[in-house]
């Protein structure tokens, strides 16, 4: 374990093995159900529930080594520079799809339209010569259907004014838990954790809604996979970052936390804030403009 004068080298465990299992059941099964195969869904939950299971358990170990004291300076340090870096990983992650949404639009859709006088725009004109290269767009010939697109000033910006709303709330927490206010500390987590599921059933309605009434689907067209891909992810980094505070709000009541010892919770809160910024991209880039 951790020593006061050697390189922390963390002790054998099991946990990792068990992930690779859980993980590979779980894709296998999710390719499995992509071509057909009846069994593709048992082995996707199996899959999962073992993923779910080793979570469960490595954390545990976490959490009670460092409520044991093993854990030193230089632990610490490993922790919060992993956040950091899976965090880091996390803004890769979403700025792929931000440059994917950029080169459609900027790029793919005026080439379409026959832009350019070499290259593709030089003969896309003759494929399609009543296509108008215009956003959102579903595709040369209709082929994404007649959808309606997301206006911004209704759920979305409310949903703005919740997750940034959330990210107060949440701030406002971490003051509380600093000077060992733990009634503000608990009430701000309580806030978050509330604004996080609302946001999350706002958006489920809004999908509901495209789908059932605006004819916008994960088929209609670039406008409408891009849309999707985006916010969908999104909200499932929000559910993700509600579970996250709702384990720490549970460990905040047994008395976790203190001043001087709380990675746990600031490691949600970065989290949380690196969900808010995503958003405030997805409100003018996919909402507004």
Do not use: C
């Amino acid at each position: 374990m951790a020593s006061a004068s050697g390189y922390y080298l963390p002790h054998q465990a099991r946990w990792p093995i068990i992930g690779s299992i859980g993980l590979t059941l779980f894709l296998g099964g999710f390719g499995a159900m992509l071509i057909g195969s009846g069994a593709g869904p048992f082995f996707m939950v199996l899959g999962l529930l073992t993923v779910l299971g080793m979570m469960a358990g490595w954390f545990g170990e976490v959490i009670n080594e460092g409520l044991n004291g093993l854990y030193d300076a230089q632990v610490e340090r490993s922790f919060r520079w992993g956040m950091i870096w899976f965090i880091a990983s996390e803004v890769m992650f979403f700025a792929a799809f931000f440059g994917s949404l950029f080169y459609v639009r900027m790029y793919a859709v005026p080439w379409l339209g026959g832009e350019g006088t070499t290259g593709v725009g030089a003969f896309t004109h003759l494929l399609w010569p009543d296509y108008a290269p215009e956003w959102p767009t579903n595709g040369p010939a209709h082929i994404g259907g007649e959808f309606e697109p997301m206006e911004p000033w209704g759920l979305p910006a409310l949903n703005t004014l919740i997750l940034l709303s959330s990210g107060a709330t949440v701030t406002w927490a971490h003051w509380g838990l600093l000077k060992n206010d733990r009634s503000q500390f608990v009430k701000g987590l309580i806030a978050t954790i509330a604004l996080g599921f609302l946001f999350v059933g706002f958006q489920a309605y809004e999908y509901y809604h495209a789908y059932t009434e605006m004819g916008l689907t994960l088929g209609a067209g670039i406008y409408g996979s891009t849309f999707f891909m985006l916010t969908g992810f999104h909200g499932f980094h929000v559910t993700i970052g509600t579970i996250f505070l709702a384990v720490v709000l549970l460990r905040a009541l047994r008395g976790h936390f203190d001043a001087e010892h709380h990675f746990a919770f600031e490691a949600a809160a970065w989290y949380w804030h690196f969900v808010d910024v995503v958003w405030l991209g997805l409100f003018i880039f996919v909402y507004w403009l």
